[in-house]
C-alpha cells in the first residue's frame, strides 16, 4: 500500500530528462494524484463517522429495529425467497439484444464514409436481429404469464 | 475512392453467397417454426434441406466460375478467402448437414420433439462453420467458431427434459467456453507479437519473431521472445485440441456424444470436427507455418533451439489414436464407443498436418470427407435402431439385427469396415494417403507414428467386428422389427453408395482434394532439412493469397 | 484498408503510447495474466456451475484487457474489435449456458456439478 502510493505521488521529473514528444509533457500518471486524495477520503470518512457513533452511542436492541426495512410495512415471509424463472428469460434477452447494439456505435461513427453499403449491411445485421426477436416474441418469451 | 469501395465489397457479397443463403433459409426455419401449426414442423426440414441444396449449388458456381480457374479471392478486407481449401470444407459440412437433416426427421418425431429452430440451429452452425474454413483473420475465425460452437450447445441440450441431455449439454458447454478462453488468450499473445490479427500478416510476421534474437525495445538483455510464442501457440493449440476432441482434452466427447440427441451426436462428429480441423488448418498451416519444426538457436550465444508444433502434436496425436481405441473397446454403448472412436480418428486426421507434405495434407482433407460420410452412416443405422420404447443405443439392440433388417445390416458393415479402414471402401482410401504422408517424410520418429497408427487401427477393427458379429451371429433379443424411414433410407443409401464410390473410383475426389491440400498458403515443409535449417532472414510479406508464396520444399535445392 | 491509426506498422518498430510510459505494458499484461489464471484455476476448484461460469468469463474478460492495452500501445484498432466481438460472444454464451443451467436446475434441483453423474464411464 505505501510503496504503491509512493509510486503513485512521486513527482514529474524536472525538464531535461527523456525527451517527451510533442504535446504530451507529463505522463497521465500524474493525474491520478487526486484520485488518490479521493480515495483516502472515501476510506476515511465512513470509519471516521461510524467510529465516533460508536464511541457515543447508546445500543437498544428492539424486535422493530432489527427488522427487515421493507419501505416502512411488516415484512411477509423470508427474505431470501427464490425468484421465478421468467426473471432470468426476461435478462437472458436483454443480455443478448442489448450487447447487440455494441455494433451500432462503430458504425454510425463513420457512417458516411462506408456510404449505402454500410447501411445496407447494418440493416440486414438489424433484421436478423429482429428475426430473432419476432422468434422470441412468438414464443412467448416476452409475456409474464 | 467510395464507387471503389462499393464495388470491392458487392463483390465481397458474391463471394459468401452460400452463406447468405443458408442464413437466409435459417431465419426462414425460425419463422416458419412459430407460424407453422404443431403438426406440419416437418415441413420446416424439408425447407433446410432446400437451403442447404441452394447453398450447394451456389458453392458450385462459385467454383466452375471463380476458384478453379486461378489464384484464390479475398474479401471483405483479407478477412475471407475463397481457396479450394475453404471450397473442399464448405462442401463437406453441406453434405454433412443434409445428412444429419435427413436422418433427423424421423428420429424427432419418434422423441416428439419435432420444431423448427432444431433445423434452424443446425443451419446456423453450417454457417459458422463454413466462415471457419474460408476465414483468415483470428477475429473472423473466433467469431465463426463461437457461432458453430453456441449453436451446437444448445443443439446437444435439445431434450429439454431428459436428464441425460441436460447434463451432456452442460459439459459440453463449460468445458467448451473454458477453451474458447484458451484459445483467445493464446490469440491475444499472437497479437501482441507480431501486431496483427491477419493470418498472412502474422505468418510475414513470424520469422522475425521466432529469431533467437528478436528484440524490438533494444534491452541489453532481451528477453527469449520465443518461449512467449511457443505459449501462445500450445494454448492455441489446447483450445483446438477441445474442440476436435484430442486426448488430453478430450473428456468432454463421450459424455457429450451419448447423451446428446443420436441425430446431434452425428453432426457434432462430423461437423464440428471437420469444422475445427479445417480452422487448425488454417491456424497451423498459414498462421503459424513457421513453428512447424524447430526454431533455431543461437549456439553462439548459448540460446538453446526450441521444439514447435510438429513435436506437440506429433506426441498428441500418438497418445489420441491409443487413448481412443483402447477406450473404445470396453463400452458397451454404441453411442459412447463411437465417441471414443471419434477420439481416434482426430488423431488420425492430425498425422496428416505433422506429414507436412503434399500426400499428407492431401490425407488430411480427403479423410474428413470420408469420415463425414461414413460416420454418419454409422448413426443413421443406430438412429433406425430407435423405436417406440427403444433407445437403441446399447450393442445388445444390435443383436440380430441381420434377421430383422438384411438391408440395414449390410450398410451398417460397409460404414464399419470403412471406419476401420479396410481396402474396397472409402476408408482405406484416407488412411492410406494419411499413411503413406508421414512415411514419404523418411523421418524415423514419423514413421515409427505411422507404424502405431497402423496397428492401432488393427486394434480399432477388433470393437467394429464386435457389432458385425452383434449383428450377424448373435440371436435376437428384441423382437419388435425395424423399419427404416423414407428420409432416413435416402440418406442411408445415399452414404453407402457413397463409400463405396469413393473406395473404388477414388480418383475424382483425390483430384479434388489435391487442388484444396495445394492451396497456396499451405506451405510444406521437409522434413530432412528442417532439424538443421539456418535461421531464415525476413521474408518479404506475401502477396495475400498470391501464386509464388513461399514453398519451402521447391524452394530448397535437392540433396 | 483496415482503419487503424497507423497503417504502416511492423511489430518490430511498435510504437510508444506515451500512456505507457509510467504504466508500462507489463504491468497491463501482468494483470490480465493474473485475472486468467484465478479464472483458469477457478473452473477447476469450483462446483458450482454458475461460479465456474463466472470464472469462464473472468478468463475472457483477462483476455479483454490483454487485446485493449495491446491495442493501446501498437495504436492499432485492430485490437479493440477484437474485445467487441469477444464481449458479445461472451453475452451469447452467457445467455446459452444460463439456459442450458436452468433446464439442468429443473430437472434435477441441484447445480453441484459433482451431483451432476448420470453419465460415467
Redesign the interface.
Known sequence: MTVLLALLLQTPPRAGGPPSPGPVATPPIYGYIPIVIFFLIAVLLPVVLLGVSRLVQRQVFEREKLMPYECGVDPIGDARDRFSVRFYIVAMLFLVFDVETIFLFPWAVIYDR????GLV?MLLFIG?LV??Y??AW??GALEWA | M?TD??TI??QAMQFIMPEGIL?LFA?AA??L???LPRDRKRFVAWVSLLGVGLAFASLWILYTSIVSKGTPRTAF?DMIVLDSYAVVFKSIFLIGAALSILLSIKYLEIEGEQRG?YYGLILFSVIGMMFMASSVD??AL??SL?LMA?SV??LV?YF??D??S??????Y??LG??S???L??G???V???????NLAKIAA?LP??ASANFN??GAAAPPDMRYLLLMSMILMAAGMFFKVAAVPFHMWA??AY??APTSITAFMSVGVKAASFAMFGRLFLYGLPDLRGSLAGDPASGIPSLPGWALLLGIVSAITIVWGNLGALTQNNTKRLLAYSSISHAGYVLLGLIAGNQTGYTGFVIYLFIYTIMNLGVFGCIIALRRRGIVGDRMEDLNGLMKKAPGLTVMMTIFLLSLGGIPPTAGFIGKFYLFAGLIETGNPWLVRLAILAVLMSVVSLYYYIRFIRAMYIEGETEPQPVTLAPSLRVALVAAAILVIYIGVFPQRLIDLTQKAATSPGLKTYSYQQGATKPAEPATPPPARGMPGERDRQTATPPR | ??ISNCES??????IRNPQFVMVPLSWY?GLSALL?TI??VG?FIKRN?IT??LC?EL??N??NL??VS?SGF?G?V??Q??VF??MT?AA??AA??L???I??FR??ESLN?DE????K?
Open positions: 462506408l456510404a449505402v453499403f449491411e436478423i428475426v430473432g419476432y422468434y412468438q414464443k | 467510395q469501395f462499393q465489397a458487392t442464413t431465419c425460425l419463422v417454426d412459430v407460424m478486407f429452430e483470428l477475429l473466433f467469431i463461437e453456441v450447445y444448445i441440450g429439454r427434459r436428464k441425460k441436460n447434463e451432456a449439454s452442460m459439459k458447454f463449460l467456453a473454458f474458447s478462453g484458451v483467445l488468450y490469440i491475444s499473445m497479437y501482441g507479437l507480431t501486431g496483427s490479427t510476421a522475425i519473431v524490438p525495445f463421450p459424455d451419448e447423451g | 484498408m483496415r506498422r511492423n511489430s518490430q518498430s511498435a499484461l486468467f479464472g483458469a473452473v456451475a465456474i461460469f469462464i478468463m475472457l483477462a483476455v490483454t487485446f495491446l501498437f492499432d485492430g485490437g474489435l477484437f466481438i469477444v460472444v451469447a454464451e446459452v449456458g439456459a442450458i443451467i433446464s439442468i430437472n434435477r456439478v451432476v453423474d448420470t453419465l464411464l
